[in-house]
């Protein structure tokens, strides 16, 4: 019976889809083994990969248990064996109190493919903020205490003529300001023949305008694997700032250095920072992937 127990286990971690368990040059550390609820500790995360992969953070895994992934610190990638060791460390906060249990997770991107990865788990003590005496209920507010006088008999028509006026100018600014990023906003098809696409870049061309996040991770994929392939250098494994000094001190380029290093930069700020481009704005950026790539 427990033979039979263990092989199920087994099967159904087999069979788990979508993420994938750590690898052994895998870990992560906490900084601290206890904290208070809301409390940020730094988590120092070690993910090995391929020479060509990038790792990000997946801030809405659910291995995470209870503990909220606040900021990125640092990102480190240096060469290791055939391979390449990705060291970041991360601010989370939990808010489970008692003894918990977690696993940060993170993605892995090569060759403009995405592949969850679960990294090992790390314990933590939170302890709450209320004392052991206290109750675990809100308590009630203090009643209004009347104060003498009285207001002028004008003051409430003021107010409500005040609050009527205000409501109509944010609707007519929202108005204005919804129409004007609603026509930015819209998609504008490519002319067939006009610039025609590289076959590295028709990918994320084609999700430009309905995944920017995908778009501009592939973009940036794209562009750090020609940029390592043209000039002899681990691309893959530098921050963008970092490729945009190596290519300076190798002697390459300064225009074009700026260049990748830059187009890198608006790809970061939209895969991590949120950023969403305007249409204009994503159709310069795809004529800066196809300068680099087809610049020889």
């Keep these: ?122 314990q933590l003590q939170v302890v709450s903020t209320l004392g052991p005496e206290d109750p675990l209920e809100l308590r009630p507010l203090a009643g209004p205490v009347a104060i003498s006088g009285a207001g002028s008999p004008l003051l409430k028509p003021a107010l409500v003529a005040g609050a009527f006026l205000i409501l109509l100018l944010a609707a007519s600014l929202l108005i ?37 996040v995908a778009a501009y991770r592939a973009l940036a994929a794209v562009v750090r694997t020609v940029i390592g392939e043209r000039y002899a250098l681990p691309a893959p494994a530098l921050t963008s700032r970092e490729l945009e000094r190596r290519m300076e001190a190798e002697g390459i380029d300064r225009f074009q250095a700026r260049l990748v290093g830059g187009f890198l930069q608006e790809c970061d700020a939209v895969v991590y920072g949120g950023y969403r481009p305007a249409t204009e704005r994503r159709q310069a950026h795809m004529t800066m992937a196809r300068e680099i790539v087809e610049t020889e």
């Design 176 to 212: 204005a300001v919804g129409r004007r990023l609603w026509l930015r906003s819209r998609p504008v098809p490519l002319v067939l023949g006009e610039e025609p696409v590289p076959p590295t870049l028709a990918g994320p061309a084609a999700l430009l305008y309905t995944d920017p």
């Design 1 to 122: 019976m427990n033979a039979r127990l263990l092989l199920l286990a087994v099967l159904a971690l087999v069979l788990l889809p979508g993420t994938t368990l750590a690898d052994e040059g895998d870990s992560a550390t906490i900084s601290r083994a206890s904290a208070l609820v809301g409390e940020q500790l730094h988590v120092t995360i070690d993910v090995r990969t391929t020479s060509e992969g990038i790792v990000e953070v997946d801030p809405a895994g659910e291995s995470w248990q209870g503990v909220e992934f606040v900021r990125l610190e640092s990102v480190d990638a240096r060469p290791d064996g055939d391979g390449t060791l990705h060291r970041l460390v991360i601010v989370v906060a939990p808010f489970i109190p008692g003894d918990i249990t977690f696993s940060p997770a993170v993605n892995v991107v090569e060759d403009s493919v995405v592949t969850p990865r679960t990294l090992p788990s790390v």
